[in-house]
Nanobody
Framework: QVRLVESGGGLVQAGGSLGLSCAASGSVWILGAMGWYRQAPGKQRELVAHSTSSGSTNYGDFVKGRFTISVDYALKTAYLQMNGLKPEDTAVYYC???????????????WGQGSQVTVSS
């Protein structure tokens, strides 16, 4: 079964750094665009970072150069490096990807299970 498995996250003090990983597991033929979203309590899910299969990236306005998305297509893994974290960055972070399973050969959207990031002041 194809899925995205996240790792990383946790608790960090303001100004600190954390990294998130998102690995595609199962029989994945093609890894397409990948992204990270977050959802804080009582708020809507919002885009954090996105990377196309050609390497173009875009970020939420709030990132302001603090986060970096990268994708290793050989390992079928996306990463989010977060520096200069602020208490308002506290949220559950979700990986999102467009994957083409070997079985169907049809691109589909997948979400990771979510990773809690908590930034203390």
């Amino acid at each position: 079964q194809v899925r995205l498995v996240e790792s990383g996250g946790g608790l960090v003090q303001a100004g600190g750094s954390l990294g998130l990983s998102c690995a595609a597991s199962g029989s994945v033929w093609i890894l397409g665009a990948m992204g990270w979203y977050r959802q804080a309590p009582g708020k809507q899910r919002e885009l954090v970072a996105h990377s196309t299969s050609s390497g173009s990236t875009n970020y939420g306005d709030f990132v302001k150069g603090r986060f970096t998305i990268s994708v290793d297509y050989a390992l079928k893994t996306a990463y989010l490096q977060m520096n200069g974290l602020k208490p308002e960055d506290t949220a559950v972070y979700y990986c999102h990807g467009v994957l083409t399973p070997v079985a169907s050969e049809i691109p589909q959207q997948y979400w990771g299970q979510g990773s809690q990031v908590t930034v203390s002041s």
